[in-house]
C-alpha cells in the first residue's frame, strides 16, 4: 500500500513544493492545524475580479499533507474563489492520486483545502458578508 | 524464539489473546506502541468478564450478597495498588478515570486551597500535556505563574535550574513526571524531592510511564503526590490512581461532590465521607478497577525487576540496531541506566506518520506525532517524532522486523 501513496510525484510535491512561501500583499491569510499529527498549513490568497490571482501555503508536516496543499495551490490558481465552495473530498483525493487512504490519513490529505475554504469565507465576511454565509452554507463539507 | 533474560517470553504471549492477530493482511502483530496503552491479558478480561457475568453490583451501600461481592473485589484491588507501590494505607489510594484525571484532582483540589496570586508552579520541558495544562489552568485562576525546568541536548533535566527556582522562595508546588513518554529519560525524583522537601515543597510525580515498567516505592522516594493508569500496566483503560500522602489528603476539600463521597447530606450542608472515599463522587468504574487487580496481579508474579530488566534489554537492542540505520536521529539518553523502553527518532526528512503508514504495512505498530509533548517538541525543534515503545511481551525479533520496516521507508523515500 505504502507503494501507491509514496510515488514519484508526491515525493516529489513534498521535497520540492510549488507556491509555497509568503504572500507580502495577500488579501486573506487563514492557519490551521490538524491537531492528530501536528501538521500546519498556512495559506496565503490575492483575489482579483473575484478570481484567485496568486495564491502561496506555508506549512510543515507529513509528505501527504505538504503535497496535497502543493496540488492544491496549482488547481486553484486563476480560478474564482467561489469555485473553491464545489470542491471535494474526492476531488483532492483525485487530484493527488490517492483513493485509498484510511480515515486518519485522509485528515492529511484534506487539510489545505479545509483552510482553503476558510479563507474563501473570511475573505468575503470582510467585504459581503451575506455572500460568504451563504458561500459557507453552500460549501461541499469535508 | 530466542531467551529474553530471565523472562519467558514465549510463555508470556500466550496469555495475549491479541498479540496472535493478523494486520495490513497477513502480517503478525507487531505492537511497539506501549507508552500509549499496553495490551491486556486473558486473566484482564476475564475479571471483567467475571464480574459482569457473576456479581455485576454497585458497591459500598447495598447490603445484598452481590454488593459485598462487588465491594470486596474492589476495595482488594485498592489494597493491591497499596502495595504495589507501597503507600502506607489504602486511606492514600484514589480512584480516578486516568492519570490526568488524577493531576487534575490535585489541581483542582489541594491547587485551589494552597496557590495564591504571584505562587510559582515548577514544572519542566519534558512534560506530558496532562502535567501542563492542569497547571496553566490554576495559574490563570489563581494569578500565580508556571516555570519550567528545562532539558539539556542528552535528554536529562538541568538539574542546576532547581535550586535556583527554589532559592526564589515563590515555588508552591513541584510537577514532574518520573520518566519521560518521548525520550524515555528516566528522571532522578528522590533528588527533585529531597530539594524541595528541603523547602518545604510538595512535590507530584507523574508516575504514568514509570510504574508500570519498575519498581516504584513512594515511601522511598517521599513523594506527595503520584498518578498513574492501569491501562499503561496490562489493566483495563478507565481506570486512573492518585497516592496521596495521607496528612495532605485530610486537609484537601473535595474534588467531585455527590453520592459516595458523602456521610450525610441535608439541606445546606454535608459531611463528607472518610478517606479516601471522600474523592471518589459517583459510581466508579467497578468492572475496570476489578480487572485492574488481575493485572497487579499479573505483574506482580513476573516481578518488577523482571520487567525492567527485560526492557533494558529490548532497549539496548533497539538502540544498537537503530544507530546503525543511516539518516536516523535518536533522541534521549544513550544509556539505559537512565533511560525506560522509549525510543523516539526521525529519519531523514520521512515525517512520522508517513514512516508510522509504512510500518502498518509491514504489521508494526508504532506511535507518530507529538506525544501530547508539545512544549518539548518545540525544544528539540521538531514537528514530531516516531517512537517504539515494549512492554514485556516484546522481543528482539520484533525490533529486527521494526528495523526491516525503517529500511522499507528508506526505499520507498529514496533517502
Same mark, same amino acid.
Given at each position: 500500500m505504502s507503494d501507491d501513496i509514496y510515488r514519484e510525484i508526491i515525493l516529489d510535491h513534498y521535497r520540492n513544493p510549488r507556491n509555497k512561501g509568503k504572500l507580502p500583499e495577500a488579501d486573506v491569510s487563514i492557519h490551521d492545524s490538524n491537531p492528530l499529527c501536528g501538521d500546519e498549513i498556512d495559506i496565503h490568497l490575492k483575489v482579483d475580479g473575484g478570481e484567485i490571482k496568486d495564491i502561496k501555503f506555508e506549512g510543515r508536516g507529513c509528505a501527504i499533507s505538504q503535497a496535497s496543499a502543493s496540488m492544491l495551490t496549482e488547481m486553484v490558481m486563476?480560478?474564482?474563489?467561489?469555485?473553491?465552495?464545489?470542491?471535494?473530498k474526492d476531488d483532492i483525493l483525485g487530484n493527488i492520486g490517492l483513493t485509498s487512504l484510511g480515515p486518519a490519513r485522509i485528515k492529511c490529505a484534506l487539510l489545505s483545502l479545509k483552510v482553503l475554504k476558510l479563507g474563501m469565507v473570511r475573505y468575503y465576511a470582510d467585504r459581503d458578508p451575506d455572500s460568504a454565509k451563504k458561500l459557507q452554507d453552500e460549501s461541499k463539507g469535508l | 524464539m530466542q531467551k529474553h533474560g530471565s523472562l519467558n517470553v514465549e510463555k508470556i504471549r &500466550?496469555?495475549?489473546?491479541?498479540?496472535g492477530r493478523k494486520v495490513s493482511g497477513a502480517k503478525p502483530l507487531v505492537y511497539l506502541d506501549n507508552a500509549a496503552t499496553t495490551q491486556k491479558p486473558l486473566s484482564v478480561i476475564n475479571a471483567i468478564r467475571d464480574y459482569y457475568m457473576n456479581y455485576n453490583s454497585n458497591i459500598h451501600r447495598a447490603v445484598h450478597q452481590l454488593a459485598e461481592e462487588a465491594t470486596l473485589a474492589f476495595e482488594t484491588t485498592r489494597e493491591k495498588v497499596a502495595k504495589f507501590i507501597n503507600a502506607r494505607s489504602t486511606e492514600e489510594i484514589i480512584f480516578t478515570r486516568n492519570a490526568t484525571e488524577a493531576i487534575n484532582l490535585v489541581a483542582y483540589s489541594w491547587g485551589r486551597a494552597n496557590v495564591q496570586k504571584d505562587d510559582r508552579i515548577l514544572i519542566t520541558e519534558i512534560e506530558h500535556h496532562s502535567n501542563i495544562v492542569p497547571w496553566q489552568i490554576l495559574s490563570g485562576e489563581k494569578g500565580a505563574k508556571l516555570e519550567y525546568i528545562g532539558v539539556d541536548d542528552n535528554g536529562?533535566?538541568?538539574? &542546576?535550574e532547581y535550586r535556583k527556582h527554589l532559592d526564589t522562595?515563590?515555588?508552591r508546588l513541584v510537577s514532574v513526571s518520573h520518566m519521560s513518554n518521548v525520550l524515555g529519560t528516566i528522571v532522578p525524583v528522590n533528588d527533585i524531592i529531597r530539594m524541595s522537601h528541603e523547602k518545604g515543597i510538595p512535590v507530584l510525580v507523574d508516575g504514568a510511564q514509570s510504574v508500570p515498567h519498575m519498581k516504584v516505592d513512594v515511601q522511598d522516594m517521599d513523594c506527595d503526590f503520584m498518578a498513574f493508569s492501569a491501562h499503561k500496566m496490562l489493566g483495563p483503560t478507565g481506570v486512573g490512581i492518585l497516592y496521596v500522602k495521607k496528612e495532605i489528603l485530610e486537609k484537601m476539600p473535595p474534588f467531585i461532590g455527590g453520592?459516595?463521597?458523602?456521610?450525610e447530606v441535608h439541606k445546606y450542608e454535608t459531611r463528607y465521607n472518610d478517606l479516601p472515599f471522600?474523592?471518589?463522587?459517583?459510581?466508579?468504574n467497578i468492572a475496570d478497577v476489578i480487572g485492574f487487580s488481575a493485572a497487579i496481579d499479573y505483574l506482580e508474579n513476573i516481578g518488577m525487576d523482571k520487567v525492567r530488566e527485560h526492557e533494558i534489554e529490548l532497549t539496548k537492542h533497539a538502540i544498537q540496531k537503530i544507530s546503525g540505520v543511516e539518516g536516523v536521529t535518536l533522541y534521549g539518553p544513550r544509556s539505559t541506566d537512565d533511560r525506560g523502553g522509549v525510543v523516539s527518532f526521525n529519519i531523514g526528512d520521512i515525517h512520522p506518520h508517513d514512516l508510522a503508514t509504512i510500518m502498518n504495512d509491514h504489521g508494526v505498530a508504532i506511535r507518530s506525532g507529538h506525544h501530547c509533548a508539545q512544549v518539548l517538541m518545540e525544544r528539540l525543534d521538531v514537528a514530531a517524532t516516531s517512537r517504539a515503545s515494549f512492554y514485556i511481551y516484546n522481543t528482539k525479533e520484533e525490533i529486527d522486523t521494526f528495523i526491516g520496516a525503517l529500511h522499507e521507508a528508506r526505499r520507498l523515500f529514496k533517502i
Open positions: 486563476g480560478k474564482p474563489l467561489t469555485s473553491v465552495k464545489d470542491l471535494s | &500466550e496469555d495475549f489473546p491479541i498479540l536529562y533535566l538541568k538539574m &542546576e522562595n515563590k515555588v453520592g459516595d463521597m458523602i456521610k471522600k474523592f471518589e463522587g459517583g459510581t466508579p
